[in-house]
T-cell receptor, first 115, second 115 residues
Framework: DQQVKQNSPSLSVQEGRISILNCDYT??????FLWYKKYPAEGPTFLIS?????DKNEDGRFTVFLNKSAKHLSLHIVPSQPGDSAVYFC??????????????FGKGTHLIIQP | KAGVTQTPRYLIKTRGQQVTLSCSPI?????VSWYQQTPGQGLQFLFE???????NKGNFPGRFSGRQFSNSRSEMNVSTLELGDSALYLC??????????????FGPGTRLTVL
């Protein structure tokens, strides 16, 4: 049973426009959510996160929105740039000893920015 | 500071063999988590070690095991390899500080191919 779902395996967006990546989760115990970006042959790199006590977190071109009642979060990238082309993973964490309880990842969305 | 290192980067084995992968965390990081990434299942949590103790485990068979040394370096072992074990194995490290969420930093991964 997949607890974190990214229903779009791929997304194509024109350079300069907004990219919106979506993620749904089922486990109400999750209290911290993260987005990771992954290029081929590299490990994922942390992009942005949000705690369940917030509904929005912004960092430069990246904004994450959390809708707890809908168990849904989204990542907005504005404006999209060619270097943003990568696979984006949504991940969730729930309270555990030290906070490092192991992340639950979605299967990823391949974002392609077209010139 | 140096990032997370994983060795070897690539490995080819045959069914029935065993394999040991190594992860050296960022200096000062005491928690090491291991993940398996496959095209069909995405990133799945294997286990997490802190202070030489496994404190969390994902849903994988007993053929997958790990350990952590006093210098926080970690190894994972897969015995009796199966074709389905072909995957990218990633380790992620954090400070492991109790009570707060700790951002996980990923290594580049070890690509294991089982023939």
């Amino acid at each position: 049973d997949q607890q974190v779902k990214q229903n779009s395996p791929s997304l194509s967006v024109q350079e300069g426009r907004i990219s919106i990546l979506n993620c749904d989760y089922t486990n109400s115990m999750f209290d911290y959510f993260l987005w990771y970006k992954k290029y081929p042959a590299e490990g994922p790199t942390f992009l942005i996160s949000i705690s369940s006590i917030k509904d929005k977190n912004e960092d430069g071109r990246f904004t994450v929105f959390l809708n707890k009642s809908a168990k849904h979060l989204s990542l907005h990238i504005v404006p999209s740039q060619p270097g943003d082309s990568a696979v984006y993973f949504c991940a969730a964490s729930h309270p555990g000893w030290g906070g490092a309880d192991g992340l639950t990842f979605g299967k990823g969305t391949h974002l392609i920015i077209q010139p | 500071k140096a990032g997370v290192t994983q060795t070897p980067r690539y490995l080819i084995k045959t069914r029935g063999q065993q394999v040991t992968l190594s992860c050296s965390p960022i200096s000062g990081h005491r928690s090491v988590s291991w993940y398996q990434q496959t095209p069909g299942q995405g990133l799945q949590f294997l286990f997490e070690y802190f202070s030489e103790t496994q404190r969390n485990k994902g849903n994988f068979p007993g053929r997958f095991s790990g350990r952590q040394f006093s210098n926080s370096r970690s190894e994972m072992n897969v015995s009796t390899l199966e074709l389905g074990d072909s995957a990218l194995y990633l380790c992620a490290t954090t400070k492991g500080t109790s009570g707060t969420y700790n951002e996980q930093f990923f290594g580049p991964g070890t690509r294991l191919t089982v023939l």
